[in-house]
């Protein structure tokens, strides 16, 4: 009786044809089969597959549950919580809708935040980015210039999106760009001059389309672009634009607005009930445009909300409350030490004194606790000592030995 030879099912290889042949119930596959069903597999992903997929995988929570979470790392901001759980809901329900089932296109809810500068904007970009699970690409607006320029054109932004992404073209197309420092592109004067405005007005003219919804070729390793290159397509009318800036200065363009007189005999329009410390809460899209952005990018970043200054109250609760507050932090880094770390309230509330005294804001905590446990972090971990505990003695003779004093000089 002739012995039977083995061969593929799939492409009817001989066994000794190929390198590996796997036997089945009633067939075999080889490695060539393998391989090639593994990048049919892979194509299909990349193209239908994965699109219909990015859009079922969608963690969609209610306004109150994003509201929620963001409680746990950002102190404060009641408002624009608000306005940003609603604007991110809204995005990424128009994203679930199926397109041949509705009459009714939604419109994209792109987000501008106007803000000092450490009172927590990025903060929630990257919070909100962190419980979606989705790509975020953190942009500064002051190294984008018109094309042609030196600088980094518009598109880079997108790079940056797809990098976060692992270059999952599906992934990217969904996720969210928060460009910081939009002031800094504000328009220079309302007087035309006969140079080009190429790092501001024309910034904000690039970026139009992208805001809204256009499909754009990027350069997948950023840099200048020229004829060879390999470009990825990606269409950005999935992508959420969260643009944040500190607009330095706008409240004399509000203070402007609030205090102008009525016209005629009448008395001036009552102020009275204007809090003069937090101006911002009254802020309009057309102080935004006196600023200096043109109409139609405050057009496309529809939803406007500001963040308040940080108060006494605040900044004691930013050091222990949020989830990753910066007194956990330190304590982490002495536990990896086996030091258990523990501090006074009555230093704390120095800490913070000492915030407000020399207007260091958020991230001036940060650079006060370095300078008072610098030196405990410095020797502990050579010592036997397993206990530190801070008290404001302790705070106050650290401070005054490492930063202190410069600060007073500075000032």
Request: hydrophobic share 40%; aromatic share 6%.
């Amino acid at each position: 009786m002739a012995k039977q030879v083995l061969e593929c099912s799939f492409c009817g290889r001989k066994k000794p044809e190929t390198n590996l042949l796997i036997a089945g119930i009633n067939a075999h596959v080889c490695d060539r089969c393998i391989e090639q069903a593994h990048g049919i597999v892979l194509e299909e992903l990349k193209s239908g597959g994965a699109a219909s997929k990015a859009a079922t995988d969608l963690i969609l929570k209610k306004p109150k549950e994003i509201r929620a979470f963001l409680d746990q790392y950002v102190i404060g901001q009641e408002q624009t919580k608000k306005v940003m759980s609603v604007a991110v809901y809204n995005h990424y329900k128009r994203l679930m809708q199926l397109q041949h089932e509705e009459d009714v296109e939604i419109e994209k809810s792109n987000i501008i935040m106007v803000g000092q500068t450490g009172t927590g904007k990025t903060l929630v970009a990257k919070t909100i980015a962190r419980m979606l699970e989705v790509p975020l690409a953190i942009v500064d607006a002051t190294v984008l210039t018109e094309a042609g320029y030196v600088g980094e054109d518009v598109e880079s932004i997108l790079t940056r999106l797809l990098q976060a992404a692992d270059y999952d073209l599906a992934k990217a197309e969904r996720g969210i760009v928060f460009i910081d420092e939009i002031d800094k592109i504000a328009r220079k004067s309302d007087n035309p001059s006969i140079t080009r405005d190429v790092s501001g007005e024309g910034v904000q003219q690039a970026l139009l389309k992208l805001l809204e919804g256009t499909v754009v070729n990027v350069p997948p390793k950023g840099g200048r672009k020229h004829p060879d290159q390999k470009f990825i397509e990606v269409n950005t009318k999935d992508i959420l634009f969260i643009a944040g800036g500190a607009f330095d200065g706008i409240e004399r363009i509000i203070s402007k607005r609030l205090n102008r007189t009525a016209v005629g005999y009448t008395t001036s329009k009552n102020v009275d009930n204007i809090d003069k410390d937090n101006l911002l809460q009254y802020i309009i899209p057309k102080d935004i445009k006196d600023f200096g952005l043109i109409p139609e990018i405050i057009g496309r970043l529809p939803v406007l909300t500001h963040m308040d200054p940080l108060d006494r109250e605040t900044l004691r609760a930013i050091l222990t409350e949020p989830k990753n507050a910066l007194i956990k932090q330190y304590q982490k880094l002495f536990a990896m030490d086996d030091v258990k770390f523990t501090i006074d309230n009555n230093a704390l509330d120095y800490i913070v004194d000492k915030a407000l005294e020399y207007k260091l804001g958020a991230r001036g905590l940060r650079s006060l606790c370095e300078a008072i446990l610098t030196d405990a972090m410095y020797d502990l971990p050579s010592s036997d000592e397993k206990q530190l505990h801070v008290d404001v003695d302790y705070t106050r003779d650290a401070l005054t030995k490492n930063l202190l004093k410069r600060l007073e000089i500075a000032s």
